[in-house]
Nanobody, 125 residues
Framework: QVQLVESGGGLVQAGGSLRLSCAVSGGTFSRYTMGWFRQAPGKERDSVAAISWGGSTTYYYADSVRGRFTISRDNAKNTLYLQMNSLKPEDTAVYYC?????????????????WGQGTQVTVSS
């Protein structure tokens, strides 16, 4: 059974930075395409960023985070990262990591098979 555990969330002032991590166990991490999603209260779960499983790596970024957030992975550590810079109050949400076997970087939540429990990110103004 694949398990995903997010960490690194917290409270930060606008303009600050956070780095989220997602530790993956129970599967071959290098074979998974990975994504970050977020969900604010009363809103749908939105895609943030995604990175493909290997070979010719592909990336996806939502327009709202492009240029501020960077997704990366360390296959030796079975860990996915999301570096978030220049944070804004509208980035406040629960952030989830997700995995699916193989495939290109995918922006839709229904394309992913495994999910973590989420980590709260709160950006104060």
């Amino acid at each position: 059974q694949v398990q995903l555990v997010e960490s690194g969330g917290g409270l930060v002032q606008a303009g600050g930075s956070l780095r989220l991590s997602c530790a993956v166990s129970g599967g071959t991490f290098s074979r998974y395409t990975m994504g970050w999603f977020r969900q604010a209260p009363g809103k749908e779960r939105d895609s943030v960023a995604a990175i493909s499983w290997g070979g010719s790596t592909t990336y996806y970024y939502a327009d709202s985070v492009r240029g501020r957030f960077t997704i990366s992975r360390d296959n030796a550590k079975n860990t996915l990262y999301l570096q978030m810079n220049s944070l804004k109050p509208e980035d406040t949400a629960v952030y989830y990591c997700a995995a699916r076997p193989y495939g290109a970087a995918a922006p839709h939540h229904y394309e992913y098979d495994y999910w973590g429990q989420g980590t709260q990110v709160t950006v104060s103004s």
